[in-house]
């Protein structure tokens, strides 16, 4: 079984960057496709981005493009997500995903029927004006 561990959040003065790391113990991760949603309070969990078993691909909804970097390093078992120039509505619990299938990481928020396949436990990013 393969566990997912974020870390990296914390606070974060507006306009400043931040790493989050997401490390996968158990199988290895580059049997999955990876992406990373966030969380902010009251609402609904959003894709931020997904990238490929090989991470050669990666897909971001529009509203995620140009601030957001998903890298992966299958050598390390781990993903990365690169936030620059943050705002204070990225303020969220971010939590990377595993699954096989890179299209259910995602449809997995507009797709009922979609479960993935693992979950990490989340991290949370707080940015201060």
């Known amino acids: 079984q393969v566990q997912l561990v974020e870390s990296g959040g914390g606070l974060v003065q507006a306009g400043g960057s931040l790493r989050l790391s997401c490390a996968a113990s158990?199988?290895?991760?580059?049997?999955?496709?990876m992406g990373w949603f966030r969380q902010a309070p009251g609402k609904e969990r959003e894709l931020v981005g997904a990238?490929?078993?090989?991470?050669?691909?990666?897909y971001y909804p529009d509203s995620m493009k140009g601030r957001f970097t998903i890298s992966r390093d299958n050598a390390k078992n781990s993903v990365y997500l690169q936030i620059n120039s943050l705002k204070p509505e990225d303020a969220a619990v971010y939590y990377c995903a595993a699954d096989p299938k890179l299209h259910s990481l995602v449809v997995v928020t507009t797709d009922k029927d979609v479960h993935i396949e693992l979950w990490g436990q989340g991290t949370l990013v707080t940015v201060s004006s």
């Open positions: 990238t490929t078993r090989s991470g050669a691909s990666t």
């Open positions: 158990g199988r290895t991760v580059s049997n999955y496709a």
